[in-house]
Structure formats: C-alpha cells, structure tokens
C-alpha cells in the first residue's frame, strides 16, 4: 500500500514538474522569466478580483410606509407644555401704588421701600420728571424702528456721547434693555472656538450670553483670584500655538447674590468661614489685597477685585469685559464704577456694560470701550440691530441723571453713609448675617443655620420678608432664582440702599427686622 | 436683477485687492496689540469693511423729531469716503415711509399724551427693580388684565421689550429633548431663543403648511437624533406678518397641521397685532382662526401702539408658570410706567373705549391706504411682494447698486424710504421697504408714489411691465369715467 501511495505522490509530482517545464512555461516575455508558478499566481488574482467585484451582503433597506408613519403619528403623546402648577407658583409679589422711591405704598400703607434698586434716589427726581415731560412731548413714548431704520433719535446720539465722556471713553453704545446688553455684546466678539474665563456667580444675561456664543466656557471659582490665576495658567499653557484665538475673562463689578466675604474683622470672618464650612457649594478663599479680602458678585454683593484681574490679564493676555451694573455711579468717588473704586485707568478694560435701570434710573443698558469695539457691534450685535432702540424719554433721563450725578458727587458719599447705617443695625441681627461687603449698595442677609434645604430656606426668607411687610411697614425681598439660572450661590435676604433713605427710616428699619427676625426663627426653631 | 453676480464678484475682488494693501501698511507698522488675537478676525468682518461701509449713510439716519408721517432727517456728511459720519445742524423735513407707526400713535396724541406725563409724575420713569421684586404696579396689573382682554387669551404677561420676550421665553418652556420647527424666514429673536434653549430646531419652508407636515411626520417618525427616543414636546413658531416679505401667514393650515399632530403652536404677531383686523386684534381675527388654538401668542407693543415692550398671552396656568420661571421677569427692570400707560391708552383708543371713534378710523384708514398703494406701485411696474391688507410692501431692488442710488433720490426729493440689504435679507434678494402708516393723508402717498415712480425709473427696478396710467385724480372724482394716458 505504502508503494501505490508513493507511486501516486511521485505520479503527481512528475505531472506537476512537467507542466511546469512546459515550452509555454518556458516562454520570456519583456526579458522576464515566467515560471509556471505565475500561473497559479495569475488564477489567484483573478478570483480575488472576482470575489472584490461582488456585491457585498447589505440587510435591504426598508424605509417607513405611510401607514406605518401614521401609527407612529398617532401614539406618540407630548409631554404638556408646562408642569403642573405648584402652591409657590401662585404667590403674586406685592403690588406698588406709588412710585418705587424710599417711600411707597402698598396697600393703602406707606412702607420703607428696600426692594427697589433706586441707588442715588433719582425716582421721583424734578430734574428727571422734567426733562422726561419736555421728551414725551417733543418725541411721544416709542421710537418706532431699530438704530439702522431711522430709529435713531438724536437724544440717542447725545446719550452715548454723554455717557463716554462722563466715564472717560471713546464712545459708547446704547441698547434698549438691561437685560440684553450683556446677552448681545458677548455673542458679538466671542465665536466659536474662542475661550472665555468667567466667574461663577455670575447673573443669568452673561449666562445666556457666553451659552449663545458657543465659545468654550471655563468658570473659576467665585471671586477667587488664585483659582483665576491657576485657570488662565492652563488655559494659555495648553493653547500655545493658537494665536487666532480670542480669550476673555467675564466679570461683573457687584454682583447680586452671593456671599462677600470683605473685612478681615476676626468676628466676622470666623462667623463666616463656620457658615461657609455648612454651605459646602460656597468655598471661601482668602485673597489678601492690603488686608482686604474682595468679592463681588450679584449674586452676592461682592465687589471684584480688580486691580488683580488687570494684573492677570496683562500677563496672559486675555481681554477682560466688565459688567457694572449695581457698581456705576456708585463706586468710586464721582460714581464712575468699580475702575474709579480700584484706581485702573478705563483703557486697560476692554469692554465695560452696565444697565441703567439701577443707579440711573431709566431703563435699557448701554456699553462702553474702545471706538473698534463699539463701531463692531452697531453692525453684529443682535439686540441693537435687530430690535426697537430705547424710546426716547429715557435717554433723554439718562442724560439728565448724569448731568445731577456729575453736579452733586455728595450722593454717593450719603450712599456710603446710609450702607454703614444699615451694616452697624443689622450687624447683631438674631438668626441672620450679612454676607456682603461693606461698600456694596446691596446689603445681603443670610441664614445663619440653614433649615436643610435650598427650598425650606426660601420659605423661612419669604415668610420673613412677608411679615416684615404686613407687621412693620418694611418692605424687603427674598431673591429668586429662575429654573433657567445656574448660579451655585446661596439665598438671602437682599436690601437695596438708596441715598435718599432717611436715617431714621433705617434706623427703623434694623429695629424691625430684627424683631421680625427673632420672632419668626423662634417659631421657625419651636416647630422643627 | 441680471448682473448681482458679477456686481458682488467686482466688489468682492476691490474689497479682497484693499485688504491686501491694508496688511502690508499695517505690517510696517507696529501695533500695540502684541499678543492679542484681533477682535476681529479675517473674512467676519470683510461684508462691513468693505461693502456695508460704501452704503453707511443710507443706514442709521438720525432724526430730531418724533417718527410721525413727517419728520426731521438730521444730514449727516463724511470727510473720509463714509467710514465716519458726522451730525450737522441742518434738517430737512422728510415723508416717513419707514417707521413702524401703524396706526399713528408715534408722535404726541390727543389722548393718551396727557395720561402719559399723569403716570410719569406719580410712578416716575422707571421702578428701578424687576417684577416680582416691588416693580409690580397698579398700572402693570391693569395692562396685563388690558392686553388679555385685547388678544382674547385668558391671562397675559409683559416685558420690557420685544426681542427678549422670545429669547427668554423659548428656553424655559422647552429644552433638551424638544423639537423646534421654525419658518425659515423668522425673526433673529426667534433664532436666539430657539438656539438659547437647547432644543434641536428644523426649518420648515417658508408658508408653506404642506412641507411643515412632512417635516412633522418625518421628525415624529424619526425621533430625537441619534437616539431615536420619542420627542418630548414639538412647538411649531411662526410669524404673523413677517416683516421682510410683508406676507400673512397661512394661520388656519398651520394651526389644523399642528392640532392633527399634536404640536404646540407659538405665534409672534409683532407687525400684525393693532394692524390687521376688522378691529385690531391681529392675525387671528383677519384669518378666521379662533384664539384658543393657538397655544401662546406673543407680540410687542412698539409697532402699532407707539410704545416700548412685548407681551405673551396664554391660558392662565401657562402665565402663571412664566411668571415663576423666566428670567425676563424675575431679573429684569419691569416695563417703565409711562410706556405701560401709554400702551393701555392706545388699547383704549383703538377699542373705542375712549369715547371716540378714533380707533375705528385709524383702523379703516390703514387698511385703504396699504391696498391703494400696492395696487398703485404693481401698477406702475414695480415688483412688490406682500398680501393685500399688510401694510408692510416691500420693492424688490436685486442689484447692490441700486440700493444706494434709491435711497439718496428718494432722499433729495424728500421721501424718506428703508433699503434693507444682507444680513437682515439674503444676499442677492435686497430690497426697499415701505410702512404705510394710519397718519399719512391721500396727499402724502400720491407725493410718495410721483417721487417713488421717478426714482423708479432713473434707477431702473421696474422689472414689470406698467399698466397704462390712468389720471389718479380723475378716479377719485368721476368713478364713471377714466381717460387713459399711455406712459
């Protein structure tokens, strides 16, 4: 058997080897030698390519039939447009009878107003009353058309060019809401691809700006200059090579709700850091500034420590905007803001916003810088060009409050004053503290022992603001959020100072909140 | 029409030229912004720079007096080739076809002027704090329960102005996981609340309720991106007049589209609301669509009633949810008092609750004078887009050059037109843009249109053929008979 396989093997081989020694395997083409192995090389390819050119397996694609559309059209069920209205929801906000100055009524019963942001006391002002008349009557109310469809009004013109040259600047640009200056001028410079560095309490105008510009957005910790510092370090380390890119720091100057941490007072600040261990979203950190600690924040009536953030900006080169809402015509010796306040030159900020409906006044906002910034977004800002310019009336106020700001600096000073008055009273308050800093027109109370949650807070905070209304005469408001806003920050008690309380108003006002205070926290303390 | 192309190519090709001597210039010299990226970079800027800035004095013109029919055009002149203009004293009294002034409450009116310094001298020009935080007055709450009333909603709320009604809106009633379906022809404000909320947003053709039910049943069909879940909610936005086209929109299509699938329907009526209707209530009313189908309804108040600010109107719960949760409300200064009275006396007016028939004449006389114009231009030849009874009419001009050279001739012989270029229309599509307004007289507009018909003609946008003009003073007196004159 062994015999017939090798005759079979040698069979074979001895076929294989002479069809290899055949002639035509022989054959020389182009001065190459072709073996017979190129034979079976030849087949191989040819059945790959054979295999390659068949169509590969794909499941058939079957797209939808109408009927099978249908189907889905009809079982599928929206959510309802809003959640189901809850017992909060229902609270309607006090209702003003009279004009929102230091006084006002509510009810049928004169209150101490603390709730409206009338910082130099121009509501109910002459001068403004007048010259608001003379506009309604010259111009009517609306100004009928955007800046570039003959909206602009010549008292527009004289706004902005009032404006720059009260703060020192090339020129300025108005918009007709507060609330829309930050969201419209930040999508105009910053795109996507560029960084932005901004603090964390910041309000929800920035928010929703920096969210529409659809740059990266990098937050440092509130008020906190070296985590600012560490921040640009790695932002400018890890993007060496981009030059194209734009980066900007965000700030503002006095910010609303949060807490401030400012006097190196020992009582103060071990009262503070205790608070502060219990209310863990909030860290404290200590930047020494000439034994001042800053912070300012709207959400927390921190005041921003400037001088620093030019210092950082310089050296990482990033550009800084500013928003001065509650610090313009309040900080500062001639109420020129925050750069007054911390003695930086205007040029060094690169664009500085601020609404007017706080400090001056009137309403709308306007912004302010070098004559490339704000000629850049008359033409890309989307909330000056595409929307209605300020009526009239209240440019034509906002020109009158500077005129009286700019003749009477000493409403600043009886500002200050009147937000001592108010810290000296309310510094021994039971149940509460103050958490901002002492130069903020914006006095923030919070719990000193929380009740456990965020909404259990608001409500003792409203229920004690309700009471200070109904039983005392004093009317102070709670702060809201909205479910939109995502500021981390605590809530409080916020008082808004205006020069024109009287003291004893304010004097009054301590007396009763601390009556109110202490009663509601004894029941509040006996219930849980 | 013919030659856009190759006009934008030759402007395109100077600005590129320019540009290019620019960097060399500024490469020579040093500027003192050593390590910073330019605020500007490259192309963005280019359209302003180097074709928006030839044109700048056709935009932004100042006036010195209120937008009325009449009013003062502050002349301007510039000493380096427009980039910069600058004011001069001399006015000169032009006819306004270019402010929202619907019905003619721009300027100082009889009776809502005196009720206006009323409420300025006791609630002052502004109360300094947002709604919920005592910058809610007797007169917020009276124009609130006003507008509901006016609309035909349940309840209503207002905001300071317009353009944030929408921005700050949209986000809070839908977000991630919501589908927007928007009419490609919005508004920017629209586009910022639809982009500020998170949802994922698809453009629908414009008008056209045919394609927005394909859209709806691919979309239901498909489900969220990627994921394939079922959407949670769909808002359908649409416009009531839209302000480039100067069209109505399809309201009772739409409004039967969205009912058949379930969508929720948001409706900005910001031109139409005081304008169209039989007495003033907008879109609705002029459509036959009854308001409790319509799911929100918003609209501002600076066209029609001279004012300043938006409202949205819903069902009460609806209102009550906003008011807890917008931004606009809860962050925001509250409406100035004297606008708000201002708005309430107009609402008054135009309902005839003043005592007067005011309201009604405003009304009918808008109404007459939109159609009598657009049946006159289409006459004449021009292209004029728009529906009859909007009083938006927009010319067609096509040609970037042309855009100036109307502007300027109008602007000689007194009329004072807007030209509406890119970015606010696309690029090729520029047009003029005329708003008839309740105060121009008979006189005003047979001026208008001599003038119009002159410029027309030396510019050259009368793409149609002209009918053949008859005398106009003749079909005012003898109805009967009309003597034609060839052109």
Not at chain 1, 40 to 52: A, D, K, P, Q
Not at chain 2, 201 to 207: A, M
Request: aromatic fraction near 8%; proline fraction near 4%; glycine fraction near 8%.
């Amino acid at each position: 058997m062994e015999l017939a396989a090798l005759n079979l093997v040698n069979a074979t081989l001895n076929w294989v080897t002479s069809a290899l020694d055949a002639p035509s395997a022989r054959a020389v083409v182009f001065g190459v030698h072709i073996g017979g192995h190129l034979f079976v090389e030849v087949l191989l390819l040819v059945v790959i390519l054979f295999l390659l050119s068949q169509k590969s397996y794909k499941p058939p694609k079957r797209p939808l039939t109408k009927k099978e559309i249908d189907e889905l059209c009809d079982e599928w069920v929206p959510e309802s447009l809003i959640p189901s209205i809850t017992q909060e929801m229902l609270s309607e906000p006090p209702v003003l009878e009279s004009a929102a100055g230091p006084c006002t009524v509510i009810n049928g019963k004169e209150v101490v107003n603390f709730a409206s942001a009338n910082y130099l006391g121009f509501v109910g002002h002459e001068k403004l009353l007048e010259s608001c008349t003379s506009a309604l009557e010259k111009y009517g109310v609306g100004s009928c058309g955007p800046r570039g469809f003959y909206g602009t009004i010549d008292v527009h013109l004289d706004c902005e060019a009032r404006i720059a040259k009260f703060l020192g600047t090339h020129d300025s640009i108005l918009y007709s809401y507060g609330l829309s200056t930050m969201f419209s001028a930040i999508p105009c410079f910053c795109k996507k691809g560029d960084i932005i560095v901004v603090d964390e309490g910041v309000h929800w105008g920035i928010q929703n700006g920096l969210y529409l510009s659809r740059s990266t957005i990098v937050y440092f910790k509130h008020n906190d200059m070296e985590s600012l510092e560490k921040t640009l370090e790695k932002i400018t380390s890890e993007n060496q090579r981009a030059k194209k890119l734009r980066r900007y720091i965000v700030v503002e100057a006095v910010y609303q709700c949060s807490v401030v941490i400012g006097m190196n007072k020992p009582m103060i600040v071990h009262s503070l850091l205790k608070w502060s261990r219990r209310h863990g979203n909030c860290k404290v950190q200590w930047v020494n500034v000439d034994d001042t600690l800053f912070w300012l924040v709207q959400n927390s009536g921190q005041i921003a420590p400037l001088d620093k953030i030019i210092r950082l900006k310089e050296k990482y080169r990033f550009r800084v905007l500013l928003d001065e809402t509650n610090s313009f015509g309040v900080l500062g010796h001639t109420g020129r803001g925050l750069t007054e306040y911390c003695g930086v030159p205007i040029e060094k900020i690169d664009i500085v916003t601020a609404a007017m409906g706080h400090a001056l006044a009137t309403e709308g906002g306007f912004c302010t810088g070098s004559a490339r910034v704000i000629d850049h977004q008359r033409l890309s800002s989307s909330g000056y060009v595409f929307s209605a310019s300020l009526p009239p009336y209240l440019a034509s106020a906002a020109i009158t409050a500077i005129d009286v700001l700019e003749e009477n600096p000493y409403l600043t000073l009886k500002l200050k004053e009147n937000i001592a008055i108010l810290w000296k009273g309310l510094s021994d308050i039971q149940g509460l503290s103050i958490a901002s800093n002492p130069e903020s027109p914006i006095v923030f109370l919070v719990l000193e022992k929380s009740t456990g949650s965020v909404k259990g807070d608001l409500q003792l905070l409203e229920d004690i603001s309700d009471r200070a209304l109904k039983q005392e005469s004093i009317y102070v408001v709670a702060s809201k959020r909205s479910t939109l806003d995502r500021c981390p920050l605590p809530v409080g008690i916020r008082l808004f100072v205006s020069a024109a309380h009287s003291e004893p108003d304010l004097h009054k006002a301590c007396e009763s909140l601390k009556r109110v205070a202490a009663a509601m926290l004894r029941a509040h303390g006996g219930k849980s | 029409m013919e030659f856009c192309f190759e006009i934008y190519g030759l402007l395109f090709a100077f600005g590129q030229f320019r540009d290019f001597f620019r960097k060399i210039f500024d490469w020579w010299q040093a500027s003192n912004l050593q390590g910073y990226a330019p605020i500007c970079l490259g192309l963005e800027d280019f359209y302003i720079r180097r074709l928006y800035l030839r044109i700048q004095d056709c935009f932004g013109r100042p006036i010195a007096s209120a937008p009325d029919a009449w009013f003062d055009v502050v002349e301007r002149y510039s000493n380096d080739n427009n980039k910069t203009l600058k004011r001069t004293e001399k006015i000169s009294r032009c006819l306004n076809l270019g402010s929202y002034n619907y019905l003619g409450f721009a300027a100082a009116d009889e009776y809502c002027t005196p009720r206006v310094i009323d409420s300025l001298n006791r609630f002052s020009a502004s109360t300094c704090s947002t709604r919920v935080d005592g910058g809610t007055t007797t007169l917020h709450k009276e124009l609130e329960d006003c507008v509901a009333n006016f609309v035909a909603k349940p309840a209503a709320v207002v905001f300071g102005m317009g353009y944030v009604t929408n921005s700050a809106i949209l986000p809070v009633i839908i977000g991630k996981g919501g589908l927007i379906i928007s009419d490609s022809l919005n508004h920017n404000s629209i586009v910022n609340g639809a982009r500020g909320s998170g949802a994922t947003i698809r453009v629908f053709q414009h008008n056209t309720p045919s394609h927005l039910e394909k859209v709806l049943r691919e979309q239901i069909a498909e489900g969220q991106p990627r994921t394939h879940r079922p959407w949670k909610k769909i808002i359908v936005v649409v416009e009531g007049i839209y302000s480039m086209e100067g069209e109505l929109c399809k309201l009772p299509e739409i409004v039967a589209v969205c009912k058949k699938y379930k969508a929720y329907v948001y409706l900005d009526e910001a031109h139409s609301i005081g304008a169209v209707g039989k007495t003033g209530r907008g879109v609705c009313e002029l459509l036959g669509v009854d308001t409790a189908d319509v799911d929100i309804m918003m609209g501002t108040f600076t066209k029609s009633f001279g004012s300043c600010g938006g409202y949205i109107a819903g069902s009460k719960e609806l209102i009550q949810y906003l008011k807890y949760t917008c931004p606009a409300h809860l962050y925001a200064t509250s409406i100035s008092p004297p606008a708000a009275q201002q708005i309430i006396s107009s609402i008054k007016v135009i309902l005839g609750e003043d005592g007067s028939s005011r309201g009604a004449q405003k009304l009918a006389r808008i109404r007459e004078n939109s159609n009598f114009f657009r049946s006159e231009l289409q006459k004449m030849g021009f292209e004029v887009l728009g529906d009859n009874d909007s009083p938006v009419m927009p010319i067609m001009l096509y040609n970037p050059a042309k855009i100036p050279a109307f502007s300027r001739e109008c602007l000689k012989q007194n009329i004072a037109v807007v030209t509406v270029a890119f970015p606010a229309t696309p690029l090729l599509l520029a047009r003029a843009r005329i708003c008839i307004s309740a105060s121009h007289t008979r006189e005003d507009l047979l001026k208008a249109l001599e003038v119009i018909s002159q410029v027309g003609d030396l510019v050259g946008i009368k793409y149609f053929p002209a009918e053949p003009k008859k005398e106009l003073q003749h079909q005012e007196q003898q109805p009967g008979k009309d003597t034609i004159k060839l052109e």
